[in-house]
């Protein structure tokens, strides 16, 4: 954040509006809470200001790690029923 408000101003712009998912979207919503930099609007999808719990729903984290072991299971047991190294990967983005 603190980078970001340091190219604001370095860039002297009077006001900017923030476009931001994920990480970025976070550094726009810290960026509007500091009342650092003039910000015409915030859009931002997916993002969270606490990295917890509360981020994200416990069932979500114990069904998402069951549903690994079962993936590594499969792919130790070389199971051709589907492509599992890609379902390993699509989790690990999780």
Not at 27 to 46: A, D, H, P, R
Not at 77 to 88: I, L, Y
């Amino acid at each position: 954040t603190k980078d970001w408000e340091g190219l604001v101003n370095h860039l002297k712009l009077d006001s900017i509006s923030i476009i931001g998912w994920s990480d970025g979207g976070i550094v726009g919503l810290e960026m509007g809470i500091s009342g650092k930099t003039k910000i015409k609007k915030i859009v931002t999808m997916g993002a969270n200001l606490r990295p917890d719990s509360t981020a994200v729903n416990g069932w979500a984290v114990k069904e998402v790690s069951k549903h690994k072991k079962e993936v590594l299971l499969k792919i130790k047991e070389k199971d051709a029923t589907q492509n599992w190294n890609v379902e390993k990967q699509m989790l690990g983005l999780l």
